[in-house]
C-alpha cells in the first residue's frame, strides 16, 4: 500500500484528506457515520472573536451542480468554543484544526491568539475572505495589502501551523499566495467559495436573503483545479486544494495540480462518509498505478 502520510507545516497527517469548513460542524455531529480518527485533519467551523448570529433566511439554494449559502459565520464566539466545544473535540485521534474569521485585523489577532492556548488545536486555517468593515466592506482577501495584513498580524499572536484559505474572487490568486507567504504563512488553502445568485423568477428577487452567496460543489472544481495549479507554481510552501472534490479521481486532479492535500467541502451534505470513501480511493489509485507515495503525483502538471 502506498504512504498517504503527507506534511503541511509542522503539521503531519495519516493522509491528506481533510473536511472544509462550515461543511463538517465541529466533527462531533458526524461521528455515527465515519470514524473521525481516520480522516486526515477536520477543519471545524467558522470562529470569530464574538457571537454571530449569521445572516436572516433564506441562506441555502440548491444549484444544478453544486449550492449557494450566505450562512454568514453563525457561531457563538471563540470564548465559547474554548469553554465548551474544544473540551468535547480535543481528544478526537485527528488533526483538529480551527476555521478563523474576522471583521477586522485585530478581531483576527485576537481570535488566533486565544486558540493559541488550546494544547491539542496544532493549526488554524485563516479565512481572509471576510468583510472589512474598517475599510468599506471590502474583503482582506481581495487585495494584497489586505491579506498581507492579516497574516502579519496573526503571525505575531500565533505560533503553530497557519493556513491562510484564499478567495477566487480576485484578478491574480498567484500575487496574494505569494503576499501571505512572505508574511510567514506555512500553508494555503484554496478555493474558498465562488460568489453566485440566484433569482426567483416569480417573485421577482434574489433566492437568498442578502442577495449573493457562496457557490460551492462540483461546478466550481475546474475553476479550483486552475487555480491551485497556479498558485503551486507562485509559491515554496503547500497547497491545500478544495472545490468541488467528492471522489477520489477529482482528488487525484488536485494533486496533479499541485496539491498537498485536499480538503471536502459539499460532498459531505450527501455522503457523510465520502472522506473515508476518498482516502481509500486514493489508496486504491496509487496502488494500481505503482506509485509508492502520494508525493508521486504531486505537482507532476
Not at 36 to 51: A, E, P, R, S, W
Not at 192 to 217: P, Q
Not at 254 to 261: E, H, K, P, R
Not at 270 to 283: M, S
Request: hydrophobic residues 40%.
Amino acid at each position: 500500500m502506498a504512504n498517504i502520510n503527507v506534511k503541511i507545516g509542522e503539521l503531519e497527517l495519516k493522509n491528506p484528506v481533510m473536511t472544509a469548513s462550515g461543511t463538517f460542524g465541529y466533527g462531533i455531529e458526524f461521528q455515527d457515520f465515519v470514524p473521525l480518527d481516520q480522516i486526515g485533519g477536520i477543519i471545524v467551523k467558522g470562529t470569530t472573536l464574538l457571537h454571530r448570529e449569521g445572516n436572516d433566511y433564506p441562506r441555502m439554494h440548491e444549484t444544478a451542480s453544486g449550492m449557494l449559502n450566505c450562512v454568514g459565520l453563525q457561531n457563538k464566539g471563540v470564548d465559547y468554543f474554548c469553554e465548551h466545544i474544544y473540551p468535547e473535540i480535543k481528544d478526537i485521534d485527528t488533526n483538529m484544526i480551527v476555521n478563523v474569521s474576522g471583521s477586522t485585523v485585530e478581531d483576527y489577532g485576537e481570535c488566533a491568539a486565544r486558540i493559541n492556548d488550546l494544547e491539542k488545536i496544532p493549526a488554524i486555517e485563516l479565512n481572509i475572505s471576510c468583510p472589512n468593515v474598517k475599510h468599506g466592506g471590502m474583503a482582506f482577501g481581495t487585495t494584497v495589502d489586505g491579506a498581507s495584513s492579516v497574516v502579519r498580524e496573526v503571525r505575531k499572536r500565533y505560533n503553530k501551523t497557519l493556513i491562510v484559505k484564499l478567495s477566487p474572487n480576485v484578478t491574480d490568486i498567484a500575487e496574494i499566495a505569494r503576499a501571505v507567504e512572505a508574511e510567514g504563512a506555512d500553508s494555503v488553502s484554496l478555493i474558498n467559495t465562488l460568489m453566485g445568485m440566484a433569482i426567483d423568477i416569480e417573485k421577482r428577487k434574489s433566492l437568498l436573503s442578502i442577495g449573493t452567496g457562496g457557490l460551492s460543489g462540483p461546478c466550481v472544481k475546474p475553476v479550483a483545479v486552475r487555480m491551485v495549479n497556479q498558485v503551486a507554481k507562485a509559491v515554496k510552501i503547500p497547497v491545500v486544494g478544495l472545490g468541488g472534490i467528492s471522489t477520489a479521481e477529482d482528488a487525484i486532479e488536485f494533486f496533479m495540480a499541485g496539491a498537498t492535500a485536499i480538503e471536502i467541502g459539499t460532498a459531505n451534505f450527501l455522503d457523510p462518509a465520502v472522506t473515508i470513501k476518498v482516502r481509500d480511493g486514493i489508496n486504491d489509485w496509487l496502488d494500481s498505478h505503482n506509485c509508492s507515495s502520494i508525493y508521486d503525483i504531486i505537482g507532476i502538471i
